[in-house]
């Protein structure tokens, strides 16, 4: 390779990694950003923000408990769409519950598969 073609490749390297670093930093809180603001590479990055959202099981029994009761009033208001029937056809994505237009369905009744009567003059005894 010649030093033209490494320089674009460096460029091109140089020139992904901004990207890249763009694209993390417009996904990240203002906290993480100003523990990330020193950082040259877009690897330095992702490696020291990579575990800050992550959770234990305490930590997300902790989040479940103290929004039960939001919990329980969503499970309450759904159980009662569902056992009020009227409630539940309205809610429903029922095709068949929303009303419908009357119009001629008449091509539909027609039996495509039946042949035209034959006039009886046409008709011959074997």
């Known amino acids: 390779q010649t030093d033209d073609e490494l320089f674009e ?11 890249a670093i763009q694209t993390i930093l417009l996904g ?10 020193s950082c040259e590479t877009a690897q330095e990055i992702w490696l020291r923000t990579k575990d800050l959202h992550t959770t234990d099981y305490t930590q997300l029994y902790d989040f479940l408990k103290y929004n039960q009761k939001e919990v329980d009033a969503l499970k ?6 569902i056992q ?3 409630a539940l056809m309205v ?8 009303p ?6 008449s091509p539909f ?7 035209p009567m034959l006039n009886p003059e046409d008709i011959t005894n074997p």
């Open 9 to 19: 490749k460096e460029l091109k390297q140089i020139e992904a990694d901004d990207q």
């Open 28 to 37: 990240i809180p203002e906290d993480i950003y100003a523990a990330v603001d």
């Open 76 to 81: 309450a208001e759904r159980l009662a769409k």
């Open 84 to 86: 009020d029937p009227l």
């Open 91 to 98: 809610n429903s994505n029922n095709p068949y519950a929303s």
């Open 100 to 105: 419908a237009s009357h119009q001629d369905l």
């Open 109 to 115: 009744n027609q039996n495509y598969l039946q042949q």
